[in-house]
């Protein structure tokens, strides 16, 4: 790796290198891994971008890390690779890198759908590694905990997904017919390379309805919850944050009660998901603003009085419980390392 100029992290245990480190997903992943105390990050890789540091990129990592970006033909070994490539091409290009880490985490959403088929339908592209969709693990520890610990292979949900899936899946048995879903994203999801969309002008004070029908990480909610789910998205006025809003209808006989312990069951022992039940306040409902750059998804609900219908919130920031704090948390446990290793920061208040 001769664009290597320095090496961040004082004692470390395991090297990472990171596909896609000019993109979003790859920023957040550099500024979780510098700062883990058992990580050395080797490399990052930029098509565009290779020899150019790697601050100028990312400046809120200046005087943090000295490396500059790696051409992905020159990527060389290291015990883990995290993969924050486009979806349609991870697919493409994941096989060849198979035998150069032990650990392979990918935060595409290519090896998310165990179904190549269902896969074809939300991405209109056919699977061009289907074989290889089964040997990965969802990144997705509330769910998966035991299976991470043996993972080789780790494909970490979408942000939206993981919301849904963490407000939804305790529910799962308490649920009656299909949920719906209005989701809201921050301009960040769209990554770095959205264009003429996400220019300032267009973008700024817009509440842009990106998919009025079948979001595509509705597709991850149903395989992982079992529920039919319909799902639109709206771009708000946010940078980062995601939140799910979910409309469903408790069956006969369910009420409050019950939400409130399936809940408890399901996150009392989580370290990164925190059921908010407060009956007053600004933040008495899961709200991203105060979630930023945190490893945490707040989850709550509300019932209709004397009713069935119950509304339940989730929010997270797409960056990190979305994708590179997920992919840390798995790693933390696929190592054996105590599971909130270098994620141990609450977001931001007031920011
Ligand atoms: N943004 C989010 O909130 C979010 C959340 C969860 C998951 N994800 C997923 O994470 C992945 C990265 O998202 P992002 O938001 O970080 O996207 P992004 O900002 O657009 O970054 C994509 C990165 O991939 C590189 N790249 C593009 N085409 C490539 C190719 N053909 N071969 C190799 N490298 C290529 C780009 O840099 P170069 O062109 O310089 O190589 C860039 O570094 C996507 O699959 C996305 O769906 C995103």
Same mark, same amino acid.
């Given at each position: 790796m001769?664009e290597?100029?320095?090496?961040a992290?004082?004692?470390p245990?395991?090297?990472?290198?990171?596909a896609?480190?000019?993109g979003?997903?790859?920023g957040e992943?550099?500024?979780?891994?510098i700062?883990?105390?058992?990580?050395?990050?080797v490399?990052?890789t930029s098509?565009?971008?290779a020899g150019?540091r790697?601050d100028?990129?990312h400046p809120?990592?200046?005087?943090?890390?000295?490396?500059t970006f790696t051409a992905p033909?020159?990527?060389?070994?290291a015990d883990?690779?995290?993969?924050?490539?486009?979806?349609?091409?991870?697919?493409d290009?994941l096989?060849a890198m198979?035998g150069?880490?032990?650990?392979?985490?990918?935060l /595409?959403?290519?090896?998310?759908?165990?179904?190549?088929?269902?896969?074809?339908g939300y991405y209109g592209?056919?699977?061009?590694?289907?074989?290889l969709?089964?040997a990965?693990?969802?990144g997705l520890?509330?769910?998966?905990?035991a299976?991470?610990?043996?993972a080789?292979l780790?494909?970490v949900?979408?942000c939206?997904?993981?919301?849904?899936?963490?407000?939804?899946?305790p529910?799962?048995?308490?649920?009656?017919?299909?949920?719906?879903?209005?989701?809201?994203s921050g301009? /960040?999801?769209?990554?770095?390379?959205?264009?003429?969309?996400n220019l300032h002008?267009?973008r /700024?004070?817009?509440?842009?309805?990106?998919?009025?029908t /079948?979001?595509?990480?509705?597709a991850?909610?149903t395989q992982?919850t079992?529920?039919a789910?319909?799902?639109?998205?709206t771009?708000?006025e946010?940078?980062?944050?995601?939140?799910l !809003?979910c409309?469903g209808t408790?069956?006969?006989?369910a009420g409050?009660a019950n939400v409130?312990?399936?809940?408890?069951?399901?996150y009392?022992?989580e370290p990164?998901?925190r059921?908010?039940?407060?009956?007053r306040g600004?933040?008495?409902?899961?709200?991203?603003?105060? !979630?930023?750059?945190?490893?945490?998804?707040d989850?709550?609900?509300a019932?209709?009085?004397?009713?069935r219908?119950?509304?339940v919130i989730a929010a997270l920031?797409?960056?990190v419980?979305?994708?590179?704090g997920?992919a840390?948390?798995?790693?933390?446990i696929?190592?054996?390392?105590?599971e909130? !290793?270098?994620?141990?920061f609450p977001?931001l208040?007031?920011n």
């Amino acid at each position: 790796m001769p664009e290597l100029t320095a090496t961040a992290g004082a004692c470390p245990a395991i090297r990472a290198a990171i596909a896609g480190g000019a993109g979003y997903v790859g920023g957040e992943l550099l500024r979780l891994l510098i700062g883990h105390p058992l990580v050395e990050v080797v490399a990052a890789t930029s098509t565009r971008l290779a020899g150019r540091r790697i601050d100028t990129v990312h400046p809120n990592l200046r005087g943090l890390c000295d490396l500059t970006f790696t051409a992905p033909d020159r990527l060389g070994e290291a015990d883990v690779l995290l993969l924050a490539l486009p979806h349609r091409q991870t697919m493409d290009v994941l096989p060849a890198m198979l035998g150069t880490a032990k650990h392979i985490v990918d935060l /595409s959403a290519d090896f998310r759908l165990r179904d190549p088929a269902v896969y074809a339908g939300y991405y209109g592209v056919p699977h061009t590694a289907p074989d290889l969709i089964g040997a990965f693990v969802p990144g997705l520890p509330e769910r998966h905990r035991a299976e991470l610990k043996d993972a080789d292979l780790i494909s970490v949900p979408g942000c939206m997904a993981t919301a849904g899936i963490l407000a939804l899946g305790p529910l799962a048995h308490l649920l009656d017919g299909p949920v719906e879903i209005d989701a809201r994203s921050g301009s /960040s999801g769209a990554g770095a390379g959205a264009g003429e969309a996400n220019l300032h002008a267009e973008r /700024s004070g817009a509440m842009r309805v990106f998919a009025p029908t /079948s979001h595509r990480h509705q597709a991850e909610i149903t395989q992982e919850t079992g529920l039919a789910v319909r799902m639109s998205a709206t771009g708000v006025e946010a940078v980062r944050g995601v939140q799910l !809003l979910c409309h469903g209808t408790l069956a006969a006989g369910a009420g409050e009660a019950n939400v409130r312990q399936a809940y408890r069951r399901a996150y009392q022992d989580e370290p990164f998901v925190r059921v908010v039940a407060k009956r007053r306040g600004n933040y008495r409902f899961p709200e991203p603003k105060i !979630l930023l750059g945190s490893n945490f998804c707040d989850v709550g609900f509300a019932v209709e009085p004397q009713g069935r219908r119950i509304v339940v919130i989730a929010a997270l920031d797409n960056l990190v419980k979305g994708a590179a704090g997920a992919a840390v948390q798995c790693l933390n446990i696929r190592l054996g390392w105590p599971e909130r !290793l270098g994620l141990e920061f609450p977001g931001l208040h007031p920011n």
